[in-house]
């Protein structure tokens, strides 16, 4: 088929993993999360006891860590490692607290990141642009030509709500408060390198507070089929 990139952008707890990846099921198209791709360099950094504030390590890590990434039904799976041989699965790992609390550290990183969005548009053109690909700068940096350019936002009431939920989940026991301070801390840091609560020019903003996950999913589903 044509190339059909479905660029989603948006803060955490937005909802976007979740919603991306079902509709890059519905769809037939692959789906690559690029946060999975930073919590993993994140990982492999911690793991490797390297300053996460020298710079010029993190970005020679960025460029020979191993990474993969694929789509179980429903599910992202993610491998990773200092180098292929110590490559293991980090599907769960990426997704910890101590993860999450440094990975703006390697956000924040622009050798690291020239490094990684190198890598998810290699991984856009290894599919032919048959997919969603969902992060903070895919509609402007990554992919600005994408075909179908989105950013889904929440009130923060509802994000908090949402993460609190997905933490609890997978057997995390952070207060309330812990995964509202984590959470804003996080975006603070992370809008000092990308632009993801407004819109780009051109990007069309769906606001999901107050809709559930399948109505959330037909709205992307519609907008899709009104651009293309
Ligand atoms: O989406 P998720 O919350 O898993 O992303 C984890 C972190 O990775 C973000 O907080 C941000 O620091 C970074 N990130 C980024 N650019 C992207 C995707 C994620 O800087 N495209």
């Known amino acids: 088929g044509k190339s059909l990139v479905i660029a989603i952008d948006g803060p955490s707890g ?15 198209l692959a789906y690559q999360d690029t946060g999975a791709m930073y919590r993993a360099l994140t990982l492999v950094c911690l ?8 710079q010029a390590a993190v970005e020679a890590l960025a460029k020979r860590f191993f990474f993969e990434q694929w789509f179980d039904p429903g599910v992202g799976m993610v491998s990773a490692g200092i180098d292929v041989e110590h490559a293991l699965d980090v599907t769960e790992e990426i997704r910890l607290p101590r993860v999450s609390e440094a ?9 690291a990141r020239t490094e990684l969005i190198r890598r998810q548009r290699a991984a856009i053109e290894s599919v032919r642009g048959r997919m969603v ?26 994000r908090l709500a949402r993460r609190g939920a997905q933490l609890a989940s997978s057997g995390e026991t952070q207060s309330a408060a812990d995964v509202a301070r984590q959470v804003l801390a996080r975006d603070a840091k992370d809008s000092t390198v990308v632009e993801f609560q407004r819109a780009a020019d051109g990007v069309v903003t769906i606001d999901s507070s107050d809709l559930d996950f399948e109505q959330t ?6 907008l899709v089929k009104e651009n293309v």
């Not at 937005?14 to 037939?28: C, H, P, W």
């Not at 793991?47 to 020298?54: G, P, R, T």
Request: charged share 25%.
């Open 14 to 28: 937005s909802g976007k993993s979740s919603v991306a990846r079902e509709v890059a099921r519905r769809l037939g």
């Open 47 to 54: 793991e490797s006891q390297l300053d996460l504030q020298n």
């Open 103 to 111: 990975v703006s550290a390697v956000a924040t990183n622009l050798g």
């Open 133 to 158: 690909v969902e992060g903070r700068d895919i509609t402007t940096v990554v992919a600005p030509q994408a075909e179908v350019r989105l950013l889904l936002t929440a009130s923060e009431e509802a």
């Open 217 to 222: 999913v037909a709205a992307v589903i519609r």
